[in-house]
Every structure is written in C-alpha cells, then in structure tokens.
C-alpha cells in the first residue's frame, strides 16, 4: 500500500496567480497520476507524472496550463497557472497502476 | 466513447434495508470494474474490484457484460456504509474513467 501526503489541503487564490500542490508518497512509487475533480463531475484524469521525463497530458489538459514536476519516485508537484475561476476545484494526486490506485486527500482550491 | 454512468446523485435508505448502487459503462474491449468509496473527511479509497471476486464490508459487484453493469449490492445497510461511492472503469492499464459518484446516506 501506499500513503500519500498532499498539501495545501485548500487555498484561496487570486485570478492571475499560481498554485503549486504538492504530493508525497511513502514509498517509491512507478506512475503517479493528478486528477481534477470539478462541483458535481466525475474525477478526470490530468495528467500523469513521469519520473525524469515530460508528464503525459490527457485531452484538454496543457503543460503550460499545469506544469508537473516528478523530480523522484516519491514525489511530485502540479502547478496551477494563471488561474481563472474555472479553475476552481478538487485536485487529487494518485499513484498506482492497473490494479488499484491510491488517493491523496485532496486540494480544494477556490479562485476569486 | 468509454464512459462510466451512476445514475443516481443520491440513494437514501433506511438502516437494515438492502441497498443497490447503480454502475453502467460503455466500454468496447474486456474492461476492469472497481468500485471506490470515500467516508467523511477521508480520502478515496478502493472497495473492491471485479477480477478480486470477493466480498468486502458486506458489499458485493457482479460484472453483468451483457447488460454492461456493474451494480453495487449490500443486503443490510448499516449506517457506517453512508459515504460517496464512485464505480470506476479501467482498459488494464493505468488509465480509469470514473463515474459522477453516488452518496449513499443509510437513515437511522
């Protein structure tokens, strides 16, 4: 199993600014994912943060718009850029596989 | 298009009643089922997955690929089972697609 520990656990934010949420795990870990979970939506699916390369980015999601960072296998920080409030959310920080995945405690972030 | 659908925002049930969450999904190929949960002020987590065939806290989910289901059924709610439940698809690679998510609140 694995315990993931993910900060700030909520933030207020100014349109224009960035956020960075941070995820640790306690143990090394092969794919960590980010999720975003927006008022009433399912849990979609970011991007995934490769250790020592480019993260994958899923449809509609950008790099210039959520830069990853995965510097290890234990850790990982996504970046929220340039924030409107759409991007108002859950954000959620994963690791795992095909077999199960385990959850941050998520970010709440609200932008004014 | 592969998509996951509870129908149901919010079931309510009574305590000792038998409760049944609802999962359909539209998936082409041979798909991996799970079912997560998340309690108050905890974080999601796995309930159980198809493939495992097992039984946890009372809850069981039949895969039905002919009527591509994946229902989740508790013959005896308990109050402690109330939470947001969410049916989630995998193509047996990291990749899931979730559901919006079912609360279940079971009344005293």
């Known amino acids: 199993s694995a315990v993931i520990s993910q900060k700030p656990s909520r933030d207020i934010c100014q349109r224009g600014t960035s956020l960075t949420i941070q995820c640790q795990v306690d143990s090394q870990v092969t794919m960590m994912f980010w999720y975003r979970q927006q008022p009433g939506q399912s849990l979609t699916l970011i991007a995934t943060a490769n250790q020592g390369s480019e993260a994958t980015y899923e449809s509609g999601f950008v790099i210039d718009k959520f830069p990853i960072s995965r510097p290890n296998l234990t850790f990982s920080t996504l970046t929220v850029s340039n924030m409107s409030p759409e991007d108002s959310s859950i954000y959620l920080c994963?690791?795992?596989?095909?077999?199960?995945?385990?959850f941050g405690s998520g970010t709440q972030l609200s932008v004014l | 298009a592969q998509r996951v659908t509870q129908p149901e925002k919010l079931l309510s049930v009574f305590k000792g009643a038998p409760v049944e969450l609802k999962c359909n999904y539209s998936?082409?190929?041979?798909?991996?089922l799970f079912w997560y949960v998340q309690y108050s002020r905890q974080r999601l987590q796995l309930l159980l997955r198809h493939i495992s065939r097992e039984s946890i806290k009372g809850f069981t989910a039949d895969l039905n690929k002919g009527e591509t289901s994946f229902h989740l059924k508790k013959p005896f709610a308990q109050e402690e089972d109330s939470a947001m439940y969410y049916c989630?698809?995998?193509?047996?690679?990291?990749?899931?697609?979730f559901g919006t998510g079912t609360r279940l609140k079971v009344l005293a």
């Open positions: 998936y082409s190929g041979s798909p991996e």
């Open positions: 989630a698809l995998s193509e047996g690679t990291y990749k899931y697609i």
């Open positions: 994963s690791a795992g596989g095909s077999e199960k995945l385990f």
